[in-house]
């Protein structure tokens, strides 16, 4: 089964949130729908999803989000705006 690593928002230049999933779908819309209202992204209101790469296995995924976390914020906005430089919300794309 594939996994997810993925960056949400809640506005350009905003607070980012990396994740990690197998189901990036399902996940990206409990953010949108805060169903669970006390973490950290439905505190900030982070339901824009601006980037997400598959990958293969578990492993895999959850090393690169750990890496990915490490970065300094400038860093994860270049990869953003590599991959959507325009940030919209890719969610209906998935």
């Given at each position: 089964m594939?996994?997810?690593?993925?960056?949400?928002?809640n506005k350009k230049d905003g607070v980012l949130y990396i994740g990690e999933t197998k189901r990036l779908k399902k996940?990206?819309?409990?953010?949108?729908?805060?169903?669970?209202?006390?973490?950290?992204?439905?505190r900030?209101?982070?339901?824009?999803?601006v980037y997400f790469k598959e990958y293969?296995?578990?492993?895999?995924?959850k090393?690169?989000?750990?890496?990915?976390?490490?970065w300094?914020?400038?860093w994860k906005i270049e990869l953003i705006e590599q991959f959507n430089p325009d940030w919209k919300d890719l969610y209906e794309t998935i």
């Open positions: 594939k996994h997810y690593v993925y960056i949400i928002t996940r990206i819309y409990q953010h949108k729908n805060k169903v669970h209202p006390t973490t950290f992204s439905a900030y209101n982070l339901d824009t999803l293969n296995t578990e492993a895999e995924a090393l690169r989000e750990k890496q990915m976390k490490k300094n914020r400038v």
